[in-house]
């Protein structure tokens, strides 16, 4: 579920930051750039793990700032297909169910890998599994083991972001990357804890 991976980058500590010890100001630089963060066909980035190098620092022309070219590993989230996660049910609709991890909502579960017998109700807006006579939801909070499927990676073209005139974000981008589960194997099941 979670890897470590490599990364060289330049980073900038700022004037301010001088009086602090360096791997403190190079640890928050880096945090602050990468954690939740997605890295296309890498994952969902974390937080620094450790630092492996570091070149000495040049202070640029005019701005106070120290350039420092960095090699760092980053623990990431990147689940590998079929293991298996705990999570909780963040919200449904007709297409599927989402599930929060706590640090990322990028799970879903499309209607098709749900367990067989499993319908959609408008009125409740939850999905309802009819197993063996019973009728069991899949409402908001249920903790839910499923199975990773596959990832979907989608190209995230820069644009303006457009904002109403109290400054409110107008439309949402999607994702850049989300983790596609299923829970149709006979093996998991939806539980309560």
Not at 16 to 38: C, G, T
Not at 64 to 77: A, D, K, S
Not at 112 to 137: D, H, I, R
Request: glycine share 6%; net charge negative; proline share 5%.
């Amino acid at each position: 579920m979670f890897i470590l991976t490599t990364i060289q980058d330049l980073i900038q500590i700022k004037p301010e930051d001088f009086s602090r010890p360096s791997l403190q100001a190079i640890k928050d630089v880096v945090n602050e750039k990468y954690s939740n963060k997605i890295i296309p066909n890498i994952g969902l980035c974390l937080c620094m793990w450790d630092l492996l190098s570091a070149t000495e620092g040049l202070i640029g022309h005019g701005t106070g700032l120290v350039n420092v070219n960095i090699e760092f590993r980053m623990t990431v989230f990147r689940p590998f297909r079929g293991e298996i996660i705990y999570g909780l049910i963040k919200s449904s609709n007709e297409e599927g169910i989402i599930i929060d991890l706590e640090f990322t909502s990028e799970v879903f579960i499309p209607y098709q890998n749900l367990p067989e017998n499993s319908t959609f109700s408008k009125a409740e807006n939850v999905w309802v599994w009819n197993s063996e006579g019973t009728e069991l939801f899949f409402d908001k909070g249920e903790p839910v083991l499923f199975r990773v499927e596959h990832e979907e990676w989608f190209d995230q073209r820069p644009t303006i972001v457009e904002r109403d005139e109290k400054g409110e974000i107008v439309e949402e981008r999607p994702t850049a990357w989300r983790v596609i589960v299923s829970t149709n194997a006979s093996w998991i099941k939806f539980h309560l804890i």
